[in-house]
């Protein structure tokens, strides 16, 4: 016999009238759990028990059982004929959402059913969220109302696909929540924020964090990591040890990271048990060139012309349609110049994939080098709320790949200024991020603007916060992510430049020098990172200096770091 529920048929959006039919489509629904479990009571949730609201008349329902019968339940929706959700956008397993369908009064109807555990410390709360906001909504006409407009403005500004116009409504329904009473609630400290990674930008995260009185927990391969120095505990394990972030994440009331590159599956065992902020869709679609790539043009974005290639005939037929030179990129765990080559003939072609390094057969990316006007960045914060702010916008430079100096405002017109800032909060509203995310763009000789790169957390390229703007990108990034007000990123001073301090010479211990010379100008600050070995390259700390224009700044800030040495201990 074929089960009750049928297949779900995914579509575009449209923006429906409240249909009556819906209430006996639950009713049947809920009756089919009902009769396979008497103790489980499906709950008509969403737009649909809402007479009188449009929406796009999926019918939502919601159970609510302990923890450990979630597996039970699932596996009964299962055997009902409802499927699974999965992916990255995809609800975890201790918190499944479950779709199907069911012929009514010769329609078919769209179902979502969402299992619920009962006290759970991420999704506890979200069964009695859900059903006083459906109250909420049927008693209170003015509430409504607002909600139907809202809806209708995203349908009418030609939002056409089902995950952004979700995304769209955030910020409002966060709102009322609120109103109503039952947002979430803040992690406010003591709480402690567990972080994946312990470099620098562990580190700085952990100095802020201390600041507003929040405990660390920190995973990296070195005990003795930049960050370790500001945490309560230090799990020593690899970015891949799911084992290891457990521990970390242990006593934690938030996990977040300094690095895109950990293993998608300890975020996504993290994300069980744990909110993980930025959250599992903007790790996969980041750490990962090619589903980047992806997801920027899924957004309206653009990025260089590129091909997805395997194989040197592949590469020969890629560059053929492109040109050269090109860039060739391995899909996963570059950075800082690493995990590329460049191929500007086809001498440089024949061994590229043999200088890259990557295993035979792998996918790797290969982009058309354009020929930028300038190097910008985007630092942008989202809250928990939906809400987003962005930093003014940067203007960078790299060395060899490896980030060397920004200033701040970045001197370009105020229409690419506008659209870059448009375009980073866009994307981070497409990765239903909460927390930071950096866009990296190039600034191309008709004032377009291409994507390079995004990095769901804090950024080199955003350091010069710390002294120049408001809030700093590392307390902004912990206030989205703890659910707090997001804070000012307005500019202290006209302008602010940063210049790493990068190792030189072969690996030593050793100890900075010039530190006198360095700080003796005014609006000047100096960040060392507690990096005992110094060698070439590495970023050992950073200067930024304020000033009257980005001129001055930078003159200052490259007369400091000019200043700064290493001697061997």
Same mark, same amino acid.
């Given at each position: 016999?074929? #089960? +009750?529920?049928?297949?779900?048929? !995914?579509? #575009?959006?449209?923006?429906? /009238?409240?249909?009556?039919?819906?209430?006996?489509?639950?009713?049947?629904?809920?009756?089919?759990?009902?009769?396979?479990?008497?103790?489980?009571?499906?709950?008509?949730?969403?737009?649909?028990?809402?007479?009188?609201?449009?929406?796009?008349?999926?019918?939502?329902?919601?159970?609510?059982?302990?923890?450990?019968?979630?597996?039970?339940?699932?596996?009964?929706?299962?055997?009902?004929?409802?499927?699974?959700?999965?992916?990255?956008?995809?609800?975890?397993?201790?918190?499944?959402?479950?779709?199907?369908?069911?012929?009514?009064?010769?329609?078919?109807?769209?179902?979502?059913?969402?299992?619920?555990?009962?006290?759970?410390?991420?999704?506890?709360?979200?069964?009695?969220?859900?059903?006083?906001?459906?109250?909420?909504?049927?008693?209170?006409?003015?509430?409504?109302?607002?909600?139907?407009?809202?809806?209708?403005?995203?349908?009418?500004?030609?939002?056409?696909?089902?995950?952004?116009?979700?995304?769209?409504?955030? /910020?409002?329904?966060?709102?009322?929540?609120?109103?109503?009473?039952?947002?979430? +609630?803040?992690?406010?400290?003591?709480?402690?924020?567990?972080? &994946?990674?312990?470099?620098?930008?562990?580190?700085?995260?952990?100095?802020?964090? $201390?600041?507003?009185?929040?405990?660390?927990?920190?995973?990296?391969?070195?005990?003795?990591?930049?960050?370790?120095?500001?945490?309560?505990?230090?799990?020593?394990?690899?970015?891949?040890?799911?084992?290891?972030?457990? /521990?970390?994440?242990?006593?934690?009331?938030?996990?977040?990271?300094?690095?895109?590159?950990?293993?998608?599956?300890?975020?996504?065992?993290?994300?069980?048990?744990?909110?993980?902020?930025?959250?599992?869709?903007?790790?996969?679609?980041?750490?990962?060139?090619?589903?980047?790539?992806?997801?920027? /043009?899924?957004?309206?974005?653009?990025?260089?012309?590129?091909?997805?290639?395997?194989?040197?005939?592949?590469?020969?037929?890629?560059?053929?349609?492109?040109?050269?030179?090109?860039?060739?990129?391995?899909?996963? %765990?570059?950075?800082?110049?690493?995990?590329?080559?460049?191929?500007?003939?086809?001498?440089?072609?024949?061994?590229?994939?043999?200088?890259? %390094?990557?295993?035979?057969?792998?996918?790797?990316?290969?982009?058309?080098?354009?020929?930028?006007?300038?190097?910008?960045?985007?630092?942008?914060?989202?809250?928990?709320?939906?809400?987003?702010?962005?930093?003014?916008?940067?203007?960078?430079?790299?060395?060899?790949?490896?980030?060397?100096?920004?200033?701040? #405002?970045?001197?370009?017109?105020?229409?690419?200024?506008?659209?870059?800032?448009?375009?980073?909060?866009?994307?981070?509203?497409?990765?239903?991020?909460?927390?930071?995310?950096?866009?990296?763009?190039?600034?191309?000789?008709?004032?377009?603007?291409?994507?390079?790169?995004?990095?769901? $957390?804090?950024?080199?390229?955003?350091?010069?916060?710390?002294?120049?703007?408001?809030?700093?990108?590392?307390?902004?990034? &912990?206030?989205?992510?703890?659910?707090? +007000?997001?804070?000012?990123?307005?500019?202290?001073?006209?302008?602010?430049?940063?210049?790493?301090?990068?190792?030189?010479?072969?690996?030593?211990?050793?100890?900075?020098?010039?530190?006198? !010379?360095?700080?003796?100008?005014?609006?000047?600050?100096?960040?060392?990172?507690?990096? $005992?070995?110094?060698?070439?390259?590495?970023?050992?700390?950073?200067?930024?200096?304020?000033?009257?224009?980005?001129?001055?700044?930078?003159?200052?800030?490259?007369?400091?770091?000019?200043?700064?040495?290493?001697?061997?201990?």
């Amino acid at each position: 016999m074929d #089960p +009750p529920i049928l297949p779900y048929e !995914r579509g #575009p959006l449209a923006l429906l /009238e409240w249909d009556p039919a819906v209430v006996e489509v639950a009713r049947r629904v809920g009756a089919l759990i009902n009769e396979a479990r008497p103790d489980l009571m499906a709950e008509h949730v969403g737009s649909t028990a809402v007479p009188g609201l449009p929406g796009k008349n999926v019918v939502d329902l919601a159970i609510e059982t302990a923890p450990e019968d979630v597996p039970a339940v699932a596996a009964l929706l299962e055997d009902l004929g409802f499927q699974r959700t999965d992916g990255p956008r995809a609800f975890p397993p201790t918190r499944p959402l479950f779709i199907g369908a069911l012929d009514h009064d010769h329609r078919r109807h769209r179902i979502h059913v969402h299992v619920h555990p009962i006290g759970h410390r991420v999704y506890g709360r979200e069964h009695a969220r859900d059903i006083a906001f459906r109250d909420a909504l049927r008693a209170d006409s003015r509430l409504r109302e607002e909600y139907a407009n809202r809806k209708r403005a995203i349908a009418t500004a030609g939002i056409a696909d089902t995950y952004r116009y979700s995304m769209a409504k955030t /910020e409002w329904i966060r709102a009322a929540l609120e109103r109503i009473g039952v947002a979430e +609630p803040l992690i406010v400290p003591p709480a402690t924020v567990s972080i &994946l990674g312990g470099g620098q930008l562990g580190r700085m995260l952990g100095l802020a964090a $201390r600041q507003l009185g929040y405990g660390v927990a920190i995973l990296d391969p070195d005990p003795g990591c930049p960050a370790a120095a500001v945490a309560d505990r230090v799990v020593r394990g690899a970015y891949d040890d799911v084992d290891a972030a457990l /521990e970390m994440a242990s006593g934690a009331d938030v996990v977040t990271l300094e690095l895109e590159h950990v293993g998608l599956d300890v975020v996504q065992a993290l994300d069980c048990d744990w909110p993980v902020r930025p959250g599992v869709l903007a790790v996969h679609a980041t750490q990962n060139r090619l589903e980047e790539r992806r997801f920027v /043009e899924s957004e309206g974005g653009t990025v260089a012309p590129w091909r997805e290639v395997r194989d040197a005939g592949e590469l020969h037929a890629a560059a053929a349609e492109l040109g050269l030179p090109l860039r060739i990129k391995a899909a996963t %765990g570059g950075y800082d110049g690493r995990g590329q080559v460049r191929a500007v003939d086809e001498a440089g072609l024949s061994d590229a994939l043999e200088r890259l %390094g990557r295993p035979a057969g792998e996918a790797v990316v290969v982009e058309r080098e354009l020929g930028f006007e300038a190097e910008l960045s985007v630092v942008c914060a989202r809250g928990v709320d939906g809400r987003s702010v962005a930093f003014p916008v940067t203007r960078n430079r790299h060395d060899r790949g490896i980030f060397v100096e920004s200033v701040t #405002p970045a001197p370009v017109a105020e229409e690419v200024a506008v659209a870059a800032t448009e375009l980073a909060m866009r994307l981070a509203e497409g990765l239903d991020l909460v927390g930071t995310l950096t866009t990296e763009l190039f600034l191309m000789p008709d004032g377009s603007l291409v994507v390079n790169e995004l990095a769901p $957390r804090v950024h080199n390229s955003g350091h010069w916060t710390i002294e120049g703007a408001a809030t700093s990108q590392f307390e902004q990034h &912990l206030r989205a992510i703890t659910g707090l +007000p997001l804070g000012s990123t307005a500019l202290r001073a006209p302008a602010a430049a940063t210049v790493n301090l990068l190792g030189s010479g072969r690996e030593r211990d050793a100890r900075p020098t010039g530190l006198d !010379r360095a700080l003796a100008a005014a609006d000047v600050h100096l960040h060392l990172y507690d990096k $005992r070995r110094v060698f070439e390259r590495r970023k050992m700390g950073h200067v930024t200096a304020l000033g009257q224009s980005i001129h001055e700044a930078l003159a200052r800030a490259r007369s400091a770091a000019a200043a700064v040495g290493w001697e061997t201990e």
